[in-house]
């Protein structure tokens, strides 16, 4: 088996595997279909999970410390930060119908979705 890296200096621990592979099948059994990634990392300002949907941009996200998420074994706010994430850009809370997000609400202009942002 390969060895797992997270970033530059951090090999991936099984516990941030673990917990992005959580929060992931949480998000994909709430929200079905849609693309999300997400990433864990332990080391950085005490602890980071980022969020992400990419059918609506690889550059936005949601960054939640784990401080908030480690103590809530159902990770409700991993939930909510996906069903806002999808409230945002107007698309479906259910299962993901193959659009891909125009505009993120709040988002400052350069970082809202483009076509060759939005891996498909």
């Not at 693309?35 to 602890?47: I, K």
């Amino acid at each position: 088996m390969g060895e797992l890296k997270g970033v530059p200096g951090h090999d991936a621990s099984f516990n941030d595997i673990q917990l992005a592979q959580n929060a992931s099948n949480l998000l994909n059994d709430h929200y079905p279909g849609h693309l999300w990634a997400v990433f864990v990392d332990s080391e950085q300002s005490g602890g980071v999970m980022v969020i992400k949907n990419l059918a609506m941009s690889s550059e936005y996200g949601f960054v939640l410390h784990l401080s908030n998420v480690v103590h809530d074994p159902s990770l409700r706010k991993v939930l909510m930060a996906g069903g806002e994430m999808l409230e945002r850009a107007k698309m479906e809370r259910g299962r993901w119908d193959g659009e891909t997000a125009e505009h993120v609400d709040g988002l400052p202009d350069k970082y809202q979705p483009t076509k060759s942002g939005i891996i498909i």
